[in-house]
Every structure is written in structure tokens, then in C-alpha cells.
């Protein structure tokens, strides 16, 4: 019987999971384990509001009652360095070790370091905490000379801010168009305008081979075509790596992520792992994904089990990226797609991109359309149907459709 869950990770997935434990009714000892020392924040403001300092303090989680409230020990400054499955416990950089009967890992990620840039270098900055947001914002000063190595979404956030600020920026990305794993090219194009439009300087299909430095600073970011652009920041957003290595020491199967089955447990069944740093089994393959709905989803799907009404995971992914005027939110797992219609005008940046396979809908994408995306998450959470024809209608009412459908599934 399970009486003792630790959850270690207080980021987004271990807040959910810490919480929804006791939602669940689950009324056993909760604690949960984090190293950063502030009360358990949102990330996805620090390259937004909080960046751009239209929010002056990090968005907690829970409220600063809340843990107590639920009876939930909260130990957040704690660097958690073994597990010992034996022993079934945690072991602390300082301080007693922490026994469980549970344990939920929810180890996030980090930023994936740029390989030949010496990482005390000043000037050259990662974006993960909100230490790192703090750090960022104290250099966006107008006229500072920024340049982001990695067009994704995190990337294209901070440019956009740091350009509202008034600062000169240029973003390298080696891939030939934006966000280019996880985007069709009707949203890269309109959002490549978005940017330019905005004064940002888009090099396209172009390395980084050297960050130039002087008197142990950057100044320089020199790409394979010869272009030298002088740099008084330099953020890096090439991609974030899985906290995979208290997995792995402690002999749990990890590959890029800890490797979990469809109901999120890992190789040892008192162990599971969610959120960014896990990768779970479905669809005949392994998926991880790193996004808010993810971690809380993936929280929920185990909390549920503990408490004895397991079910193996299966939500639809969504995700979001405000990125200066253009706001992008996704629903689905981006890939699956023979056709893909444009509903709406991309100029306007207020379209949406539907996706399927078979005729069968797989995805959506929608920029400055909300209600199509929540028209789409509607249709694909109720595995509900949509034909192309219908989604390239713009007199389709894609609300009343997508309510009278699902309610349709669920009779
Ligand atoms: C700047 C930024 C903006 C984002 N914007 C969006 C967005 O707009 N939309 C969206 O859907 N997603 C966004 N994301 C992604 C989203 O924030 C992540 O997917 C989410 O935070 C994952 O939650 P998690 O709990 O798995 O990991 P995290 O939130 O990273 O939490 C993991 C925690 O575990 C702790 N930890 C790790 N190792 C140890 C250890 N050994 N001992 C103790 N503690 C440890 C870490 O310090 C961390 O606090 C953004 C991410 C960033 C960084």
C-alpha cells in the first residue's frame, strides 16, 4: 500500500502532482522535493510578461498557503543527488534522506548547451529560471546589440521582447525556415513576416560557427556564410535536454528521457516519471513533449493511479507561443498530414492551419484564432470528425459544430 509519496521536481508537473494527489482523495504523506529556492513558479512568463517586466514577480503555482493547506510538506532549496531504490530513498546534498513508497520523478529539462562556447563566458545567457529572466532583462537596454542562436519558439519569444525594448536583434537559426520541427510553412512564413515586421533580422539556414569574445565577454557571433555580427548578448535557445541523470545512476531505463510505459511508470513500478523529462510509450513509439499541458496532464494520469482509478495516458497535446503580436496555439501531435487547408487569411495573422490524415483531422495550428483552436481541441479530445471541406468553409461555425458533434460522441 502506498501511504508515502514524494514527488521530486516543484516545477509545473510536481506542483500538479502534489495537488491533484489530493484532489484524488489520496490522504497518505505528500511531499515534494525542489532545488530552486523560490516558492514554485510558471515558466512560461519568463519570456513573456515577466521578461518584458509587464509583470513584476513570478507567477507562483499554488499560493503561498496552499501547501499547508493540502498537507503537503514542501522542501524547495533541496538538491536531491541519489535514489536508492533499495532502500527506497532520497538522498539529499544536505541533510537526511527522504524515504518514499511512491516516487514521482518530474526532473524537467535544460537548456542544451551551446558545444564550443565556454559556459563562464559573460554575455552568452540560457533561459530556464527565473534567475535566467532576471539576468536577460537587466541587459535588454535599447540599442543593446542581442543575437539568438536557435529559431524556436523560446528563441522567437525573448526576440520579441528584447526588439519591444528597443533593443537591435538578430536571430541565427540553421534550419531553413522557424520553429521548423514543429510548424506547417504557412505559420513560419507569416510569423518570419511577424518578426521582420517588427525590425528583427531573420538569418535563415545559417550556423553559428564561433562566439568571438574580448577580455572575457562576447562581442561577436560569426556564422558559416562569413556574416560577423557584433553581440552584446548573446542568448542561446538551441533546444533543452531531459534531467535524466538521478535516473539513470539509479539504473532506471532512460534514453532522451526517462523511459516510462503508457500509464507512466518506469522500469522500477514504484518509480514513475512525467513532464518534460520523461518519454512515454504510445502509438507503437515513444513521444516527450515539453509544454504546460503536458506536465499537468501527465501529473493527473498518475495521481489518478495512485489513488486507484489508473488509466494509461492518452491526452491530446496543446500548446501555446505568444511570440509580439502573433499568437500561435497548436493542438495535436504535429507531423500526421497528407492535406493541410488554410482556413482564413495568413496575411491577417488570423488563421489557422488544419492537419489530416485520411481525411481523418490529426492537427491544428491557429494563429489569432482562439476559437478555432478551441473548436479543434474540442473535435480531436472527442475523437470527433471534421472534413477538409468543412474546415476550409469560413460560413462552417466551427463552435457549434464542434459542440454538436461532441455532444454527439458522447450520447
Ligand atoms: C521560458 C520558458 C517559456 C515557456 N513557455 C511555454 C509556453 O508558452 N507554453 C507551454 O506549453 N510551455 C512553455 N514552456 C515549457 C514549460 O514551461 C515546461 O514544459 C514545463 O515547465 C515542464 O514542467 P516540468 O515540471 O516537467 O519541469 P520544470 O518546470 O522544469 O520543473 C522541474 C523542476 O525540477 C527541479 N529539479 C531538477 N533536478 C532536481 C534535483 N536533483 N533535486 C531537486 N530538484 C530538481 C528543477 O530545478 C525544476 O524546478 C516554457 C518553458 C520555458 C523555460
Redesign the pocket.
Known sequence: MTSRVVV?????????AAASLRKAGFDGAVTL????DAL?Y???????DY?AGTQDSPLPLRGEGFYAGQDVELRTG????AIDRTARRLILRDGPPIGYDHLIL??????RPLPFVDPGLDGVRY???VH??DELRGRLAPGAQVVVIGGG??GL??ASVAAARGAAVTVVEVAPALMGRSVSAPVADAFARLHRDAGIELLLGESVTRVRSAGGRAVAVETASGRDIPADLVMVSIG?AP?T??ARAAGLAVGDGILVDAWLRTSDPAISA?????RWRVDGGTRR???????TDQ?RCVTARIAGAGRSYAAVP?????QGVGKLRMVGVPGASDTAVVRGRPESLCFSVFHFEEDRLTWVESVGAPGDHRAARRLLEAGAGLSPAEAADLETDLKALARSRTEAVHR
Not at 78 to 81: A, F, G, K, N
Open positions: 521530486l521536481g516543484a516545477g509545473h508537473a510536481g506542483v500538479e522535493v525542489g532545488e530552486e514554485p510558471q515558466r512560461p512568463p519568463l519570456s513573456k521578461l533541496e538538491r536531491v543527488t518530474a526532473l524537467g529539462a535544460r537548456p533561459l530556464r529560471t535566467d529572466s519558439f523560446l519569444e525573448f533543452a534531467n541523470e538521478l512525467i513532464g518534460d523529462c520523461a513533449l515539453e509544454s504546460v499541458q503536458n506536465a501529473a496543446w500548446f501555446w507561443s505568444d
